[in-house]
Nanobody, 127 residues
């Protein structure tokens, strides 16, 4: 089993920045990919971006490309989501998720492909 704990959410004004953290524990050697998802009220959970556990590659949804950056600290088994130039439509609960095995390619991963999830952290962007 893999346990994931997110932190770092909060309230920020439009144009501001936040950094979310995702701390992994347990069978981390089973992890191939960490992804971030978000879910706004009344909407489906959507893919934000992913990083290989090795940190070798990243991929982002078009809606956040150029503004969000995912990185990893291997020593701490922690993954970060740096969010800059935040927009009100970015208001959502943000989740990190982990999976074993690489899905391959640069595409929007569906949530059902991920077995392990954190509890989520609320990000609110005021206009």
């Amino acid at each position: 089993q893999v346990q994931l704990v997110e932190s770092g959410g909060g309230l920020v004004q439009a144009g501001g920045s936040l950094r979310l953290s995702c701390a992994a524990s347990g069978r981390t050697f089973d992890i191939d990919t960490i992804s971030w998802f978000r879910q706004a009220p009344g909407k489906e959970r959507e893919f934000v971006g992913r990083i290989r556990w090795s940190g070798s590659s990243t991929y982002y949804a078009d809606s956040v490309k150029g503004r969000f950056t995912i990185s990893r600290d291997n020593a701490e088994s922690t993954t970060y989501l740096q969010m800059n130039s935040l927009k009100p439509e970015g208001t959502a609960v943000y989740y990190c998720a982990a999976r074993s095995g690489f899905l391959g390619g640069d595409w929007l991963h569906p949530p059902q492909e991920y077995a392990y999830w954190g509890q989520g952290t609320q990000v609110t962007v005021s206009s």
